[in-house]
Every structure is written in C-alpha cells, then in structure tokens.
C-alpha cells in the first residue's frame, strides 16, 4: 500500500471517530473496568461493578488511596489482569467519569507511531450518557478529596525541594528566582546565578552561627544572674557576721561593765558562735 493511502485511509478513520462516539458506538479498544461492551452497547460488568463501587466507598472511610488499594486486594479483589491493584489504578479509576454516568470519548489521538496517546483539545470530545456505578455525588465528593489532596502534595513538594525559595534576594534587592534545570537561584535583572547547594550551605552556617551566639548570650545571661544571687547571699552572711560581732562586742562590754550574770554571758557566746560557725 502506498504511504498517500495509508494516511488518507487513516484520516477517513480519525473522521469518523467523534460520529461513532456521539452515536455510543465502539470506538475499539476494551470498556474500563466495571463496565463491557456486548453486542456494541456500554453496559455494567455484573463482576465488576461492585469492586469499582467499593473503590469509591473505602476511598470515602480512608481517604487513602493506597490503603483504599490494599483494602480491595486484602479482600481478595483483583484487576481485569488478575493482578493486585495499585494506587495508581485507584486513582484513574476514582477519576473516570463513566462511573457516574458519563462516558467521555475520543478525547485521546495515537501520534505517528502509534504508541503514544496525546490529549485532545477539550473541544473534540464527545460525552455520551451511561450507566452508573455511583451516584454523582458521591464521585464528585471522592473527585474534590482528590484534587485537595494532590494540590496540597503538590505545594509540600516544591517546599521541601527548595528551602529558601521565595526569600532569597540578590544584591541589587530583587527577588530571585529558582532556575530547576540549573539547580539554582537567578537574578532575573542582574543574571546572576548561586547554585542552590551554595547558598543553603551559607544559610545553613549562618543559621548555626546565630543559634550558637544565641546560645552563648543566655548561658552568659544564666551565669550572670547565678553569680549576681551568690553575691547578694556572700554580703547578706558578711553582714550578718558583722552584726554578730558586733552584738558579741557589746556582750563583752556589758559582762565586762558587770550588766549580766557570768552564765548569762556563757549561754549567749555560746549560741553566738555557734551562728558564726
Ligand atoms: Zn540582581
């Protein structure tokens, strides 16, 4: 056959593609798991419908998409392959639309060699109805969980990769930003570029610097405010022990002067000294 019959055989086909879709025709190809073809119409697959409902239901209990594939293996379900089903199986299944009654069609295009399937513009797609396997609301609530869950992982993942992406700034005060192939922060005015492992490493020292020096200034702190209290206790004794010397002074004064009684003067020296001691 030669390649101008080829292509024109090939394009009548992709031509009448979108027809047979809006028509609920067989476009080729096996129906999702759930559902078969028979005699050219969509319908239920009696076997595995109910899997693919207990998909959404566990997904609703766990919010796991892996534990939701674990579940359904643990309990002795398999694929149309007969093989364990995976998250990622989970999750284009969660995500097909045909589970709650609309099944979009000719939305792929084989390129050249055909192996690889490319999207179509949304523009090209045919919805036909069919039969549900959930309610919509049900596959719209499993579907929001989805799109939070990957968006949030989406945004944690960039934030681990890059630390300081968003606050580093050049010298000429912009901003700069992370260039991923380079592996580095760029100025985009000035095109200056600092390797991502520099400047983490500059952030990392300095970081460390502050908490050390940060450390270093509470530990004087503390031992300033221990000395400071030991100082006040030393003068408090000192005075105490002058006072004591003192009385003691006026003690010997007194027994001296004959004011008090010889075992009067004894029984007071002796509690006086023992308080000096
Ligand atoms: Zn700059």
Same mark, same amino acid.
């Given at each position: ?9 090939? &394009? ?49 209990? @766990? ?24 998250? @990622?199986?989970?999750? $284009? ?7 709650? &009654? ?15 399937? @490319? ?94 020096? !940060?450390?270093?200034? $509470?530990?004087?702190?503390? @031992? ?45 020296? !002796? ?7």
């Amino acid at each position: 056959m030669a390649e101008w019959e080829r292509e024109e055989i090939s &394009g009548r086909i992709a031509a009448s593609i979108p027809v047979r879709a809006k028509l609920g025709k067989p476009l080729g190809g096996q129906a999702p798991f759930g559902y078969s073809w028979k005699n050219k119409q969509f319908v239920i697959n009696e076997s595995e419908s109910p899997i693919r409902k207990l998909m959404y239901e566990i997904f609703l209990r @766990t919010l796991r998409k892996k534990t939701t594939a674990d579940e359904l293996n643990r309990l002795g379900h398999r694929t149309r392959k007969g093989v364990l089903f995976s998250d @990622t199986t989970v999750t $284009r299944l969660l995500k097909d639309t045909n589970a709650k &009654g609309e099944r979009i069609a000719n939305y792929t295009k084989t390129s050249g060699d055909g192996r690889r399937a @490319t999207l179509k513009p949304k523009s090209e797609w045919t919805i036909t109805k069919c039969p549900q396997i959930v309610s919509k609301k049900t596959w719209e609530k499993v579907n929001r969980i989805l799109a939070i869950q990957e968006s949030r992982s989406a945004r944690l993942g960039r934030k681990s990769e890059y630390l300081l992406s968003g606050f580093v700034k050049c010298s000429c005060s912009k901003k700069m930003y992370i260039r991923t192939s380079l592996k580095a922060y760029q100025c985009r005015s000035c095109n200056i570029k600092i390797a991502v492992v520099d400047i983490e490493k500059i952030f990392y020292d300095y970081l460390s610097e502050c908490m050390n020096s !940060h450390y270093l200034a $509470r530990q004087v702190k503390n @031992t300033e405010g221990i000395l400071q209290k030991k100082q006040l206790l030393l003068e408090e004794t000192m005075n105490e022990k002058l006072n004591l010397e003192a009385t003691m002074d006026s003690f010997i004064a007194m027994r001296m002067d004959g004011g008090i009684t010889r075992e009067n003067f004894i029984e007071n020296l !002796h509690s006086l000294n023992t308080k000096l001691a």
